[in-house]
């Protein structure tokens, strides 16, 4: 199932009803040995929607994973009853209908009020929110927008124990017209909202597609991360030798600067090779 499907699926359920970073090794190295990660990881559950929440605990467990993400409610609690960690949910808006258009606003925050209480309730304490689609709009004036629709998010946040984190995606080969696809952007959103509540969802995978130079962007920039995603490029596919990333660097890199939250892993693995593949994944993004 294609992510955005998968996201506007769970939306649509739950509008009707912080952490260490990784460390990939280089692609020749054997699997370290060692006795506690610095970091912890996840998976997304979109990557892996053939396997019901049980299956997909079962295999987080068997690869040292801490976490499955982009979950509404109800899976937040099952996975928990697990063990397992949720260390980010589904939000109340979508990819392509965001925070940038002004008319987007009050039913994101009327779903916000709806379901930031159930996320809270259930244990996670962050939420994925998404800027949106141009669809001709100037991004000075998306970025204002978004601005203003934070804001008044953020009172919902808060009074539920919440923080937000804006995914920046690639706008070149997944998500043709997003508005939130650079870094440069995403980073003046912050200063302008400058609130605890809120960062950025930094996506290693969209970020090398759109501004390369990842290790010193995301140096530079920690105190506004407050998760990141992995994925091979080009292809989303596993983080293997066939794609042009150096994880062990990027995340060691990432640990040095300060980042002591999740990695959270989003590629897309085939067949028996899914828990190889994240196996290898954990392996490379130590911390």
């Given amino acids: 199932m294609h992510r955005r499907q998968f996201i506007a699926t769970g939306l649509g359920a739950a509008a009707a009803l912080s ?18 990660p610095r970091l912890r990881q996840s998976v997304c559950r979109w990557c892996l929607s053939k396997y019901s929440i049980d299956e997909l605990c079962g295999l987080a467990k068997r690869c040292n ?30 990819i392509t209908k965001g925070l940038n258009r002004l008319e987007h606003h009050e039913e994101i925050v009327r779903r916000a009020r709806e379901l930031f209480p159930r996320i809270s309730k259930a244990g996670c304490e962050l939420v994925i929110v998404f800027a949106g689609n141009r669809e ?10 978004c601005s203003v629709g934070l804001q ?35 980073i003046e959103l912050c200063h302008t909202v400058t609130h605890v509540a809120f960062g950025l969802l930094y996506d290693i995978y969209h970020m090398q597609i759109m501004d390369g130079d990842v290790i010193r962007t995301m140096t530079d920039n920690v105190h506004w991360i407050r998760h990141v995603h992995t994925a091979g490029v080009p292809g989303r596919g596993a983080l293997n030798a066939d794609q042009e990333l150096n994880y062990h ?3 060691s890199a990432l ?17 028996a090779q899914v828990e190889a593949d994240l196996k290898a994944a954990v392996a490379q993004c130590l911390g």
Avoid at 74 to 83: K, L, Q, S, Y
Avoid at 154 to 164: S, V
């Fill in 19 to 36: 952490s260490p970073t990784v460390f990939a090794m280089p692609h020749s190295a054997q699997t370290p040995v060692i006795d506690a």
């Fill in 65 to 94: 994973l801490q976490s499955i993400e982009l979950l509404d409610p109800p899976d937040i609690e099952r996975v928990r009853e697990h063990g397992l960690q949720c260390v980010i949910a589904n939000g109340p808006c979508t």
């Fill in 136 to 145: 001709g709009l100037e991004d000075s004036t998306g970025l204002w927008n």
């Fill in 152 to 186: 008044q998010l953020i009172p919902i946040a808060e009074a539920n124990g919440l923080r937000m984190a804006m995914e920046l995606l690639n706008s070149r080969v997944d998500h043709k017209d997003q508005m939130g696809d650079h870094v440069k952007w995403g």
């Fill in 249 to 251: 660097a990027i995340i």
């Fill in 255 to 271: 640990y040095k600067a300060g980042y002591r939250r999740y990695i959270g892993h989003e590629f897309i693995s085939q067949g």
